[in-house]
Structures are given as structure tokens and as C-alpha cells.
């Protein structure tokens, strides 16, 4: 991840190496906005290297063992914990057989090198538009868990990114897991994304359907075209109430390519986007749903 001409070095700060959760929390709460939280660093240390950020206390969690766990439960879900690692997700048997879209997405990521070291809640927090990461856990409609000293909450994905950085967390919190739900065994999720070979993807779709027989909940998501992650709602609606699938598919493709918000960059126009937002919903949904 590069956005400039970095530093060689960076900048000075105090580093702290908590060995439990609670030790962490109470760390942050002493230092609040000048401390960062360190699980991979993949995007920290970008970013203070080309003095985006520079804090006065960086504390690195990634050995602590409760932020460690991947697991799941049937009838619950898929808990990730905050310093899982990509390769790990990827690895993950649940993850590829049931969770399809989000093994997708870590697939189509970064080299293994990065993927030893980035975390998918670093992902969620960097909030950066093109990371592929948010996408299919807001199809998923998950959660996250953020805790304090003294608080413990939840909230959605889709919430919790506000925009291009900026999250729903306080200088005190930290992200400590990612809760997916338990999806039901007729279930059915893909990823796609389009790039031009560079880092940065121009547009990206995670899809889910409930089921792909006689879906009564569908999700589109897509990355990349917008600020933040955005549902394609009036698109969604086609997939449910068209009968003739194939017609809805197409149909559905050409509302999301008009309803969602996207943008003009250096990247790609944003007819140009439109355009892609259109091609991805026609070849996923074909996909899922196993038409021509």
C-alpha cells in the first residue's frame, strides 16, 4: 500500500507490547488520541512511514491470545478475533466452504507475504474505499465487536465505516473481533472485483442470497466505486420479487448500475464504473443463480 513517496524511517514513538486484552484496553484508555493499535501494521506503518499518521504511543496486540481465535459455531456463527490473520482466514475450512464470498475476497488479496501480516479487522478499520475486505462481511450483514474499559458493543459493518478513514470508534476502543452469522445450508455468496492489474481495485461486488432456489433475502454489495461499501436496495428487490430469473438478473444488474452513488477518480470515470458495477452484477448473479 503506497500513496506517495514514503520515509525511510519512522517517525519516533513509545511501543508497548501488552500480553493481555485487558492490559491493552487500559493502555488505550490512558493514551487515547495519541495512541494507534497495532495487530499486522500492515496499513499503520504505511501510513506513518509517509507521515500520515505519526502517534506518540503505538500498542501492538497481536500476540494476545484472546484476539487470536477463529471459530465456529453452528446456530451462531463465525467469530474472527482482531489479529487473525488473512492467510489464516483463508486457510479456514468454515471460511471456504460456507463464508464463499469472504474466502473470495482474501484470495483475491495481497501477495502471501502481506497476507502472513494483515488482519481482516485492520482491514475494516483502515476504512480505506478499495480494500476488499468490508465488502462481503456487510452481505453478511456482520458485526463487530468493539470494547473499552468499561464498555463492551456491537455494531454492523455497514455502521461502523463512515467513509474514506473514518470509523465509528472512540480514541479509548478497540476492535476485538468480527461476528458473521450462521447462514443457512441453502446459502449461496460470491466476490468478484475488477483491476487493472495495480493494487487498487476500480470496482468490487459481494453477493448473498438465502437462497438460490427461492431467495427471500438477497444482498448486493460493491466496493471501490464509492467512498465507503454501498447495497444496491432497489436491486436487491428485483432478485426477490421477479419469478423469471434470468429476466432479473439483467434487470437488477441495470438498477444497480443507476441507484448506487459512484465516483470520478485518476482511476476510472464514473460512467466508466457504472459500466462495471453492471458487467460484475451480471456474472455474479449468473453465477449464483446458474443461468445463461
Known amino acids: 500500500m503506497s500513496f506517495g513517496a514514503p520515509y525511510l524511517t519512522l517517525p519516533e514513538f513509545t511501543y508497548h507490547k501488552p500480553k493481555s486484552l485487558k492490559e491493552a484496553l487500559q493502555l488505550l484508555n490512558e493514551f487515547r488520541d495519541e495512541a494507534k493499535v497495532m495487530a499486522g501494521g500492515v496499513g499503520l506503518i504505511a501510513f506513518m512511514k509517509e507521515r500520515l499518521l505519526a502517534p506518540n504511543h503505538v500498542i501492538d496486540i497481536k500476540d494476545i491470545p484472546e484476539l487470536k481465535i477463529i471459530e465456529y459455531r453452528k446456530g451462531e456463527g463465525l467469530k474472527i478475533g482482531a489479529t487473525v490473520t488473512m492467510s489464516e482466514i483463508e ?141 444496491a436496495y432497489e436491486a436487491e428487490k428485483i432478485i426477490l420479487t421477479n419469478k423469471n430469473i434470468s429476466e432479473a438478473v439483467i434487470l437488477a444488474a441495470e438498477k444497480a448500475s443507476k441507484e448506487i452513488d459512484v465516483i470520478s477518480d485518476v482511476l476510472a470515470t464514473e460512467d466508466y464504473r457504472r459500466h462495471l458495477v453492471k458487467l460484475l452484477t451480471i456474472n455474479v448473479l449468473s453465477r449464483i443463480f446458474e443461468v445463461g
Not at 466452504?97 to 475476497?105: I, P, R, T
Open 91 to 231: 486457510k479456514h475450512d468454515i471460511v471456504r466452504e460456507k463464508y464463499v464470498a469472504l474466502h473470495q475476497a482474501v484470495k483475491a488479496g495481497s501477495d502471501p507475504i502481506i497476507k502472513n501480516r494483515a488482519t481482516l479487522v485492520g482491514n475494516i478499520c483502515e476504512a480505506i474505499p478499495w480494500v476488499d475486505g468490508p465488502v462481503p462481511l456487510i452481505a453478511y450483514n456482520a458485526e463487530l465487536e468493539i470494547m473499552s474499559v468499561d464498555n463492551v458493543r456491537r455494531m454492523p459493518v455497514s455502521e461502523f465505516i463512515k467513509g474514506p478513514v473514518e470509523i465509528s470508534l472512540e480514541p479509548n476502543e478497540i476492535v476485538t473481533s468480527v461476528y458473521l452469522p450462521d447462514l443457512p445450508p441453502e446459502a449461496k455468496s460470491l466476490f468478484m472485483k475488477f483491476n487493472t492489474g495495480s493494487e487498487f481495485a476500480l470496482a468490487t461486488l459481494a453477493a448473498y442470497v438465502n437462497d438460490s432456489k427461492k431467495p427471500r433475502d438477497a444482498r448486493l454489495v460493491y466496493g471501490a466505486v464509492s467512498t465507503k461499501p454501498v447495497r
